[in-house]
């Protein structure tokens, strides 16, 4: 039972990013799924949170407006829409379903 997170990267101020979480070894779409940062020096926040099903998306309110979660349920995958990126998006971000993690992937908006 594995979530293996991609896409991250360094980004303009004002770019847009968009991660993707791979699940194998379970039932993926049986379980809500979310993402979580952290930046350094700071503990892990709730980025943002979707159902099993695609509905009931919710968003930190410090990306409502600017990120969009997402899952295909057919590919096993939540993805994370990171639009108009600021420095204090910097972070890593990590993905969750059940009670695995994945290992995170580095974001760096920096100009």
């Known amino acids: 039972e594995h979530l293996v997170e991609s896409g991250g990267g360094l980004v303009q101020p004002g770019g847009s990013l968009r991660l993707s979480c791979a699940a194998s070894g379970f039932t993926f779409s049986n379980y809500a799924a979310s993402w979580f940062r952290q930046a350094p020096g700071k503990g892990r926040e709730l980025v943002a949170a979707?159902?099993?099903?695609?509905?009931?998306?919710n968003h930190a309110a410090s990306v409502k407006g600017r990120f969009i979660i997402s899952r295909d349920n057919t590919k096993n995958t939540v993805y994370l829409q990171m639009n108009n990126l600021n420095t204090e998006d910097t972070a890593v971000y990590y993905c969750?379903?059940?009670?695995?993690w994945g290992q995170g992937t580095q974001v760096t908006v920096s100009s």
């Open positions: 979707i159902g099993r099903n695609g509905g009931s998306a």
């Open positions: 969750n379903s059940r009670t695995l």
